[in-house]
């Protein structure tokens, strides 16, 4: 992969995305405030006023036992809106991610549960330490047979990740045969459901991926290069950028995220669900757009992202103390969405066609 021939950003992309990357500024008297400066912490305030209210509905809001399953349930989640920014950024989205969490795990599991014995039976083709390699290698390549269809066949993103997502459920319940997977290898099931230090080894896992990806796109000139592309890249092609290439592999790392979110989830819950995964894309959305992810690409943050996951986990965290029943929580995912883009249309100015 080969990006510009400098480490600054190329004049032609910096052009290109200045429409997009245009930061709001706040007069006041003589002073002026430039917002976009303080709009990756946007939510920290609600984070903290959420806490509020969650100790008022429940003492027990505030107990470890809480905090911990809030943060272990992050992980998950969190992941797949890691995934789902980076693609973003760069212009695209990918709605199987909400299927590649489940099905990637099943065919891990498919190749190397004994044919015979078990709940479900396997074809044994390969030892089961490779189960977590072979997990991301499906991701991996369900992430690159998106890339294909985007980019070489100039399929609607759209429409061909979202037929991807009801194929790859059909897969997943055509192996399980609509059952959920139990015999799980205790090295798959490992980094879901062991702790270190007094804290689930799922929360170190996920928050490294955050500061990689985080140092990644705003050092790396690869990196950099995503919010180039997400904003104009035609710009950026002329500029020397790999779109093509680049925006490739940003699906297969979205597709990799997306299956090592499944082996968080086994490992964390001890099975693979029948239906793992689904319907998450709809919180996947909610908590990039809170966290201040473009969906026309090109503007966002990793650590804006990460606080979008924390507050939408703790809402629904509040929500169940106070007795709401979980049949709203849809209701609550959709309302989230619609509230943040009417948002970001008024703040930023700009229209979203």
């Not at 192996?175 to 959920?180: D, E, L, N, R």
């Not at 509230?339 to 948002?343: F, G, Q, S």
């Given at each position: 992969m080969t990006g510009p021939t400098?480490?600054?950003r190329p004049a032609a992309a910096t052009e290109g995305t200045a429409a997009v990357e245009k930061k709001p500024q706040l007069q006041l008297g003589g002073l002026e405030i430039d917002l976009g400066r303080w709009r990756d912490f946007s939510l920290v305030p609600v984070i903290f006023v959420l806490g509020v209210i969650g100790f008022i509905v429940s003492p027990a809001f505030l107990t470890s036992d809480n905090l911990i399953g809030v943060v272990q349930q992050s992980t998950e989640l969190g992941l797949l809106v890691l995934a789902q920014a980076l693609i973003l950024i760069s212009g695209r989205m990918d709605l199987s991610l909400e299927s590649t969490i489940g099905v990637a795990p099943v065919i891990a599991l498919w190749l190397v549960l004994p044919a015979e014995g078990g709940r479900f039976t396997g074809i044994e083709l390969l030892?089961?330490?490779t189960s977590i390699f072979l997990c991301l290698l499906v991701g991996a390549v369900i992430g690159l047979f998106n890339g294909f269809l985007i980019l070489k066949l100039r399929v609607n993103g759209f429409i061909a990740t979202l037929g991807m997502l009801v194929m790859l459920r059909?897969?997943?319940e055509g192996?399980?045969?609509?059952?959920?997977?139990?015999e799980v290898p205790e090295s798959f099931a490992y980094l879901g459901k062991e702790s270190w230090l007094g804290v689930p080894a799922a929360v170190y896992v996920c928050?490294?991926?955050y500061a990689i990806g985080g140092l990644m796109l705003g050092y790396l000139r690869h990196g950099r290069a995503l919010y180039a592309i997400g904003g104009n890249p035609e710009a950026a092609r002329a500029a020397g950028i790999r779109v093509d290439r680049i925006t490739w592999i940003v699906l297969a790392i979205g597709g990799m995220l997306a299956a090592f979110a499944g082996v968080l989830y086994t490992g964390h819950y001890g099975s693979v669900s029948a239906g793992q995964g689904k319907d998450m894309i709809f919180q996947v959305f909610a908590?990039?757009?809170?966290?201040?992810i473009s969906l026309r690409g090109g503007r966002g943050t990793l650590f804006g992202a990460l606080t979008g996951v924390l507050t939408l986990q703790l809402v629904i965290n509040v929500m169940t103390l106070a007795g709401v029943p979980a049949e709203w929580t849809k209701f609550l995912n959709g309302a989230i969405i619609i509230?943040?883009?009417?948002?970001s249309r008024f703040v930023s100015g700009e229209k979203q066609d």
């Open positions: 400098s480490t600054a030892p089961s330490g059909g897969l997943h192996i399980t045969g609509g059952k959920s997977i139990i928050l490294g991926l908590a990039a757009v809170i966290g201040g509230v943040a883009l009417v948002v």
